[in-house]
């Protein structure tokens, strides 16, 4: 952004975001089938990207940033329509943490060339944030503070690879969506505005 103001346009796009987040998180509300262990595919890890893309660092970090918050103060916005503090608690928290960094990360990428390659490079720098920061909190949270016999880290990994399957292709579509955005769109209308 060219400023540390925001404007009322940056305020509406970046509560789009918000609510395709809370969207993304709860699409297996209506397809239950979508569901790898008990944990349901979602497509959070698609809209942060997208968030990054297409808003920047600053304001796609913040926007997902206050998804995070409103789901906290109990919003029901999280995956199974969750919120609420005990949220902290569960072994999947760490990928909301991780949404919030991927989005500046990919934001801060994309701002720097705006062109698919680059696009590409940093929506899959975004899943291995999303992967690396999730996977390793939730291994922890199995073993830790979830109660039962917890799982290895093998594991914890491994049942993974249907949810990085999905998002590795999502990131990729994310990247190519956000292309033909700015030939159609951003041309005469910019949707972000970059430092």
């Not at 509560?15 to 297996?28: K, S, Y």
């Not at 989005?103 to 944030?129: D, M, Q, W």
């Amino acid at each position: 952004m060219n400023s540390s103001r925001l404007s009322a346009y940056d305020i509406t796009l970046g509560g789009l975001f918000v609510a395709l987040m809370a969207v993304g998180a709860n699409i297996t509300a209506f397809m239950p089938f979508l569901q790898v262990m008990g944990v349901p595919l979602t497509l959070q890890t698609f809209f942060a990207i997208l968030a990054g893309l297409v808003l920047g660092s600053r304001l796609g970090c913040f926007s997902v940033l206050v998804y995070a918050i409103l789901g906290l103060i109990g919003a029901p916005i999280f995956a199974g329509f969750k919120g609420g503090v005990s949220i902290l608690l569960s072994p999947t928290f760490g990928f909301i943490v991780s949404y919030i960094i991927l989005a500046y990360f990919v934001g801060k990428i994309a701002e720097s060339k705006r062109n698919l390659p680059t696009y590409i490079i940093a929506a899959l720098i975004g899943i291995v944030i999303n992967y690396f920061v999730g996977v390793n909190l939730f291994y922890f949270a199995m073993n830790f503070w979830v109660g039962g016999e917890g799982i290895s880290f093998v594991l914890a990994w491994s049942s993974m690879v249907p949810f990085l399957i999905k998002d590795l292709g999502l990131s990729i579509a994310a990247a190519l969506f956000v292309v033909r955005l700015e030939k159609s769109l951003l041309q005469r209308t910019p949707l972000r505005q970059t430092a």
